[in-house]
């Protein structure tokens, strides 16, 4: 989770769930990171959203065959 760089002492900080993930393409190892849903206001709604990619599983990840460092998540 990052956490937006606030330009106002007094303005709320905003949460961004970002997920990193590790693909293989024909045996070459990528990686990439993403940010998931939308930025909250809220730690504990950012990390709700986080818990659906739970550390070590498995998920999609789509590429660009032409450019296989190229990927995102699917929406969820």
């Given at each position: 989770?990052?956490?937006?760089?606030r330009t106002r002492v007094e303005d709320d900080p905003f949460?961004?769930?970002m997920?990193?993930?590790e693909y293989t393409v024909?045996?070459?190892?990528?990686t990439g990171s993403q940010g998931v849903e939308r930025p909250y206001n809220y730690?504990?709604?950012?990390k709700k959203t986080l818990a659906q990619y739970?550390?070590?599983?498995?998920i999609?990840?789509?590429?660009?065959?032409?450019r296989p460092a190229?990927?995102?998540?699917?929406?969820?």
């Open positions: 989770m990052e956490e937006a760089i949460y961004y769930p997920v990193a993930f024909e045996g070459r190892a990528y730690a504990g709604r950012a739970p550390i070590g599983s498995e999609v990840v789509y590429y660009n065959p032409e190229d990927a995102r998540l699917p929406k969820k």
